[in-house]
């Protein structure tokens, strides 16, 4: 069974940072595709960043590209979503997610995980 843990989120000023990290028990970073999404209220979960099993492939949605950076630490098992230049739109619960592949292929669906975290809350003020 793998276990994610979420920590990072917090409150922040637009223009600020924050890193998240996933800390993952019962599997290999290395072994296993990450995701990163987010839900704000009243509004549906959405895919923020994801990368391969593999490491050699990344996704990042339009709205975060060029401030949001995925990397992995395979000795610790975490994976970490540094987030930069923060806007009052990027406040959202995000979640890591999870699921067995080693491959180059990354996953944007929900559907597509199998193991989630419970989320970090991460709140930008204007």
């Known amino acids: 069974q793998v276990q994610l843990v979420e920590t990072g989120g917090g409150l922040v000023q637009a223009g600020g940072s924050l890193r998240l990290s996933c800390a993952a028990s019962g599997r290999a970073v290395n072994l296993y595709a990450m995701g990163w999404f987010r839900q704000a209220p009243g509004k549906e979960r959405e895919i923020v960043v994801a990368?391969?099993?593999?490491?050699?492939?990344?996704y990042y949605a339009d709205s975060v590209k060029g401030r949001f950076t995925i990397s992995g630490d395979n000795a610790k098992n975490v994976v970490y979503l540094q987030m930069n230049s923060l806007k009052p739109e990027d406040t959202a619960r995000y979640y890591c997610?999870?699921?067995?592949?080693?491959?180059?292929?990354?996953?944007?669906?929900?559907?597509?995980?199998?193991?989630w975290g419970q989320g970090t809350q991460v709140t930008v003020s204007s």
């Open positions: 997610a999870t699921k067995r592949s080693a491959s180059a292929l990354i996953w944007l669906r929900i559907s597509d995980y199998n193991f």
């Open positions: 990368m391969s099993g593999s490491g050699g492939s990344t």
